[in-house]
């Protein structure tokens, strides 16, 4: 179960040992962007290892940084062929730290960061937030997506959707021959 929040107390812990948390988090957890999503019949409960590594860089007043990476086997639509298609979301991402107290100034202009509050990180957020950002605005499957036979009313649909574009086809032509 992932936590909701990490502590403002535990971050400054996890910030001073530079800590490395590992977890798999089951997409149940996130119902947010489980809607975007569709399932794969390779994968019965899908989830998404999370690694996240807490860094201190030196000097005064540096804010300190997350690394987080998430990947899995997601499944999105294809926009070609609608159907599922096994998505790797490969997130591999820096965030600044913006402490409690500490208000944003041009440092972070630079980079992405994300605000900490009283309460603490929101981690469930975080890590929510990245990946719905990082589905793709329009997925296919990289190769030839898989033929599907039309059946004998498919293929008459497919002649009727197409004869528009004949007559289209013709005017266009007769535009020509008038140039
Ligand atoms: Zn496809």
């Not at 107390?9 to 530079?18: E, H, K, V």
């Not at 999370?50 to 639509?77: S, T």
Request: charged share 30%; with cysteine; hydrophobic share 35%.
């Amino acid at each position: 179960m992932l936590a909701e929040y990490i502590g403002v107390a535990q971050l400054n812990d996890l910030i001073s040992r530079q800590a490395e948390l590992v977890e798999k988090v089951s997409l149940s957890e996130l119902q947010r962007l489980l809607q975007l999503l569709v399932p794969l019949d390779s994968v019965d409960e899908p989830e998404v290892s999370v690694c996240l590594k807490f860094r201190c860089p030196e000097g005064a007043g540096v804010p300190p940084v997350l690394a987080v990476k998430i990947d899995g086997e997601l499944g999105l639509e294809c926009q070609r062929c609608l159907r599922p298609m096994v998505w790797s979301p490969g997130v591999d991402t820096e965030l600044v730290l913006q402490m409690p107290g500490r208000s944003p100034d041009e440092s972070y202009d630079q980079v992405d960061h994300i605000e900490v509050t009283e309460q603490g990180l929101e981690l469930r957020e975080l890590i929510e937030d990245e990946l719905v950002s990082a589905i793709p605005f329009s997925p296919r499957h990289s190769e030839q997506c898989e033929v599907v036979s039309l059946t004998v009313e498919e293929e008459a649909e497919d002649e009727s959707t197409h004869k528009p574009f004949t007559g289209l086809a013709d005017l266009l032509k007769d535009g020509q021959s008038e140039n």
